[in-house]
T-cell receptor, first 110, second 114 residues
């Protein structure tokens, strides 16, 4: 069983819709990255969270430490948001290796 | 300037060959990593080095040997390549002791073994 579970695996939505991707993680993970990967492209860290909520433009990430759960929201989705979104847990100070979820393939239809 | 640069971007080679992938970071980070992304797009840690010292080796076959000549470079050498080694390999770096802040990935090397 993976230490980081992500859902849904695939998500297709119309342009303008509000998008939510969920991530649950196990004990031993101290913080979470939300990563974005475009087809054939590199990986970019959108957020790193250890508590609370962060916002950047139309992207919002939240984390609930007690429930070991994080969500990535996209407001007013746009076709250029189409990508794979991956949550990745950080092992902790001195052990910053990432443990990845299986990714969510998001497709936004114009 | 590219923060974490990998070369080559694409590598096609025959089974049994030996190949290397190079990674360099200009961020001043202490820790560097190799991650493998398989055909199902799942990412997994292979190695982690901190200031030239190996700190993580995640049950990777001995045919894979990382080398870190200094803290800005982490190369990956693969001996006797097999079909199953075909994947995208990502180098990454992070500052040590920050709990994961500043993680930066290279653009990946797509290795195809034929």
């Amino acid at each position: 069983k993976n230490e980081v579970e992500q859902s849904p695996q695939n998500l297709t939505a119309q342009e303008g819709e509000f998008i939510t991707i969920n991530c649950s993680y196990s004990v031993g993970i101290s913080a979470l990255h939300w990563l974005q990967q475009h087809p054939g492209g590199g990986i970019v860290s959108l957020f790193m969270l250890s508590s609370g909520k962060k916002k950047h433009g139309r992207l919002i990430a939240t984390i609930n430490i007690q429930e070991k759960h994080s969500s990535l929201h996209i407001t007013a989705s746009h076709p250029r948001d189409s990508a794979v979104y991956i949550c990745a847990g950080v092992g902790g100070f001195g052990n910053e290796k990432l443990t990845f979820g299986t990714g969510t393939r998001l497709t936004i239809i114009p | 300037d590219t923060a974490v640069s990998q070369t080559p971007k694409y590598l096609v080679t025959q089974m049994g060959n030996d190949k290397s992938i190079k990674c360099e970071q200009n961020l001043g980070h202490d820790t560097m990593y190799w991650y493998k992304q398989d055909s199902k797009k799942f990412l997994k840690i292979m190695f982690s080095y901190n200031n030239k010292e190996l700190i993580i080796n995640e049950t990777v076959p001995n045919r894979f040997s990382p080398k870190s000549p200094d803290k800005a470079h982490l190369n990956l050498h693969i001996n006797s390549l097999e079909l199953g080694d075909s994947a995208v390999y990502f180098c990454a770096s992070s500052p040590r002791g920050t709990g994961g802040y500043g993680y930066t990935f290279g653009s990946g090397t797509r290795l195809t073994v034929v």
